[in-house]
């Protein structure tokens, strides 16, 4: 029969994997928990609406890369594509807003795009994302700059570039695209045909295009950032400041156009050269009217998500130890006695293994050293076990019943 292979663009999370995400998972959660962020985890599936509303009609997200559904009810639904309109959604729901802000939240889930499938790019992919919701103080923008930038460093994930923007607030982004418009459709003729077909739909893309002669139409279009009304400039300039005031690094970019419609005022993205084409390790923004889009009362935020995959890869493969075999317990036929054994081991917290595929006595204790245990016990059924220190190779006869406890001492 054919083999059922795993479906293009996913992939199966081995243990060795799962060492490392549960590391990365607990560097989180240390940093995180302290600065005051709670875990937050939402549905899988969402009423496709939730996207289509707030992510924005025109992306890529919303256009092409959904896996939406329709149930026995005939309601269509979404497998999540990100992370932080759910979010909002449970802030609403649950009333979060009569919470003292800002509320902090973070989560750690999987999420879903149809997107063609490449090094760094799945579709199924992990995000580790927090939000900070009901307060619009440059000060929260630069927290979560600086707690993403703090476990890169934790991470170990080597050199990054993170980039800045503001996006301004929509009134002032309605009229710049107005004006971008009109400079694109001046120089369509010059434009990449894809660029020139998105002008309507989304003019800001025309600053994604590697196209050589689009990217030169570019450098002299409008920017956003030269229209920013005093009291956006005067926000993107307190996070910037702050940012100095942490020691955090950082460079504007006006042409950093992030792939949703929900953004105001800051922008950011941290890349990695190390990552190649995918090179976002992470990034967000502020959303000051995303929970009012969703029918909740006015409330600023702002927040990040990060790839799992892309960080562990910029972490290197710096394999996270595994917990170290305390004691392998070989035998000679006397079977039950191995098994209460490593019973009452692993009672104790002892991380201990017992024979179980047969081998001779030869073949168990190379078992024990592929293990790396710390000792092998050989119970013969008998009252006395021998106990080897598989470190030092020394061999000593020790009565059953003090075994675990010279294993504890010892290990
Ligand atoms: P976004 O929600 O698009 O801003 O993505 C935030 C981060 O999630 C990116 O910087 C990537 O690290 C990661 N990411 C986004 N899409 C994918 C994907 N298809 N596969 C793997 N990681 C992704």
């Excluded at 460093?153 to 503001?166: I, V």
């Excluded at 971008?180 to 295009?209: C, K, M, Q, T, W």
Aim: hydrophobic share 40%.
């Amino acid at each position: 029969m054919s083999r059922v292979t795993v479906p293009r663009g996913t992939f199966d999370i081995l243990p060795r994997d799962a060492a490392r995400r549960a590391a990365l998972e607990a560097a989180a959660r240390e940093l995180l928990e302290p600065a005051g962020y709670g875990r937050i985890e939402t549905p899988t599936f969402e009423a496709t609406e939730l996207f289509s509303r707030t992510v924005g009609e025109a992306t890529d997200i919303v256009q092409k890369e959904m896996y939406s559904f329709t149930d026995d009810g005939g309601r269509s639904l979404t497998l999540r594509p990100e992370g932080t309109a759910p979010v909002c959604r449970a802030y609403v729901e649950h009333g979060m807003h009569k919470l003292a802000a800002p509320v902090r939240l973070y989560y750690l889930s999987s999420f879903f795009r149809a997107e063609r499938p490449q090094a760094g790019r799945y579709r199924q992919f992990w995000q580790l994302g927090i939000e900070a919701l009901g307060s619009e103080d440059p000060a929260v923008d630069a927290e979560t700059i600086v707690l993403l930038a703090a476990l890169l460093r934790r991470l170990g994930a080597g050199e990054t570039r993170l980039r800045l923007s503001s996006l301004a607030s929509p009134q002032t982004r309605a009229d710049y695209r107005e004006e971008l418009g009109e400079y694109l459709r001046a120089h369509a003729s010059e434009l990449a045909p894809a660029v020139r077909g998105r002008i309507e739909l989304n003019p800001l893309r025309a600053f994604d295009s590697d196209d050589p002669a689009t990217r030169a139409v570019m450098s002299g279009a409008p920017r956003l950032i030269d229209r920013l009304e005093p009291a956006d400039a005067d926000h993107f300039a307190a996070v910037r400041e702050l940012l100095e005031r942490a020691g955090v690094p950082h460079e504007l970019d006006p042409t950093l156009v992030r792939g949703l419609d929900y953004y105001t005022r800051t922008v950011f993205e941290f890349t990695s050269d190390a990552l190649g084409a995918q090179s976002g390790v992470g990034g967000g923004g502020r959303y000051d009217g995303l929970v009012e889009m969703l029918g909740g009362p006015p409330t600023p935020g702002v927040g990040w998500a990060a790839g799992v995959e892309r960080m562990l890869m910029a972490a290197g493969e710096d394999a996270t130890p595994a917990r170290p075999l305390d004691l392998f317990v070989a035998h000679d036929g006397a079977r039950a006695d191995a098994f209460a054994t490593v019973a009452a081991a692993r009672e104790r917290g002892l991380a201990a293994q017992m024979e179980l595929a047969g081998r001779s006595l030869k073949g168990q204790h190379k078992q024990a050293e592929r293990l790396g245990a710390r000792y092998m016990a050989t119970l013969d059924g008998g009252e006395d076990v021998r106990l080897r220190d598989l470190r030092s190779g020394a061999e000593e006869t020790i009565a059953r019943t003090a075994l675990l406890d010279r294993v504890a001492g010892g290990a």
